[in-house]
T-cell receptor
Framework: DADVTQTPRNRITKTGKRIMLECSQTKGHDRMYWYRQDPGLGLQLIYYSFDVKDINKGEISDGYSVSRQAQAKFSLSLESAIPNQTALYFC???????????FGPGTRLTVL | QKEVEQNSGPLSVPEGAIASLNCTYS??????FFWYRQYSGKSPELIMS????GDKEDGRFTAQLNKASQYVSLLIRDSQPSDSATYLCAVNGKVNYGGSQGNLIFGKGTKLSVKP
């Protein structure tokens, strides 16, 4: 089945460490997104990409960077992790004009 | 700044009842509206999309859109304990992509609890 996968699913790290979260999709979608979710704050858009050569900041991009290595791969990096980046991170994809987004299973990140 | 507002709940309904979830949005030009279901610790799952005024039915779910009043609602008929989850309303954002609007603004969600 066409799917969106995220690795790792869980990660515990220490303050100051560099972390990379990876997202892959077999849906053939051109658009990819990274969100974080904190209790009570809903989904916040970090970065998004409409195709391989397009990268855009979302509402909370500070402290994060991304790389779109291929149409199917979109990685999120935390260059120097801090405790308030502890959250659930989701990748999503979309295609066409419908704007329907499909989410990966998420990565639970804990920064100590 | 576009906003999407939902009552955080929890909304508690008995099994078999109709659950009614509401969402209001601030941008009059929004064109696409979505409902996602999210179980605790899991990812959001798309359950309904609606683009035109009126009702759209899919099984036990009905989405209702009123652009003049800027609200969208989700009705769940014959509610089951398995429907207990947080429901997220999403509205298309302002970024253009090939004529469509390529990102979504999410509400914070309404937590639904269906009691057996």
């Amino acid at each position: 089945d066409a799917d969106v996968t995220q690795t790792p699913r869980n990660r515990i790290t220490k303050t100051g460490k560099r972390i990379m979260l990876e997202c892959s999709q077999t849906k053939g979608h051109d658009r990819m997104y990274w969100y974080r979710q904190d209790p009570g704050l809903g989904l916040q858009l970090i970065y998004y990409s409409f195709d391989v050569k397009d990268i855009n900041k979302g509402e909370i991009s500070d402290g994060y960077s991304v790389s779109r290595q291929a149409q199917a791969k979109f990685s999120l990096s935390l260059e120097s992790a801090i405790p308030n980046q502890t959250a659930l991170y989701f990748c999503a994809t979309a295609s066409g004009s419908s704007n329907e987004q499909f989410f990966g299973p998420g990565t639970r990140l804990t920064v100590l | 700044q576009k906003e999407v507002e939902q009552n955080s709940g929890p909304l508690s309904v008995p099994e078999g009842a109709i659950a009614s979830l509401n969402c209001t949005y601030s941008d009059r030009v929004s064109q696409s509206f979505f409902w996602y279901r999210q179980y605790s610790g899991k990812s959001p799952e798309l359950i309904m999309s609606i683009y035109s005024n009126g009702d759209k039915e899919d099984g036990r779910f009905t989405a209702q859109l009123n652009k003049a009043s800027q609200y969208v609602s989700l009705l769940i008929r014959d509610s089951q304990p398995s429907d207990s989850a947080t429901y997220l309303c999403a509205v298309n954002g302002k970024v253009n992509y090939g004529g469509s609007q390529g990102n979504l603004i999410f509400g914070k969600g309404t937590k639904l609890s269906v009691k057996p």
